[in-house]
């Protein structure tokens, strides 16, 4: 999204030239530039033996199930907003965190970040943002999730890596 007005003191931005990203909106009361940056998001395919933990959200999907997902705070890494989200979405630990490449949402401005990791302990205790959670078998999941074109190129990466790990 290209800023047209200050988010902090509302006032109509110009454009100021950065030498490497060209003209940028620049707001001079508060010294500060506003770029047109995507909001960085991580999505993580949690995997249990032989299955994999998948979400029902029919306001993203009516007909598939997807792949946890959850915005990147501000003062956390990437790395730190898998571990938040998940325990904080479905209730569990995780370990072994690994990042598997990024992908852009462009009607969303999203920049994608995306991880596998493997299951450590806890049930599966639901937030009530979400609408349903539960294991899926591994060799069920891509059949499952058709709709989720990212969360299905992630779960097929995962899938070439577990065999590599064998
Ligand atoms: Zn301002």
């Not at 058709?146 to 190129?153: A, F, P």
């Amino acid at each position: 999204m290209k800023y047209k007005f200050c988010p902090i003191c509302g006032r109509g931005l110009e454009e100021k030239y950065s030498w490497d990203e060209g003209g940028v909106p620049y707001c001079s009361h508060d010294d500060m530039m506003f770029f047109d940056i995507p909001k960085p998001c991580i999505m993580v395919a949690v995997i249990k033996e032989d299955e994999i933990l998948l979400l029902k959200q029919s306001y993203i999907y009516e007909n598939s199930k997807v792949l946890l997902t959850g915005y990147v705070g501000n003062n956390e890494t990437a790395e730190e907003a898998v571990y938040r989200e998940v325990k904080e979405e479905a209730g569990i630990d995780i370990k072994n965190i690994e990042y598997l490449g990024s992908d852009y949402v462009k009607d969303k401005e999203i920049l994608m970040i995306t991880f596998m990791a493997e299951y450590v302990s806890g049930e599966i205790q639901k937030s009530c943002e979400v609408e349903g959670m539960g294991w899926t078998k591994l060799s069920n999941a891509l059949e499952e999730m058709k709709e989720d074109v990212i969360g299905t190129k992630v779960v097929k990466n995962a899938l070439k890596k577990i065999l590599e790990n064998q």
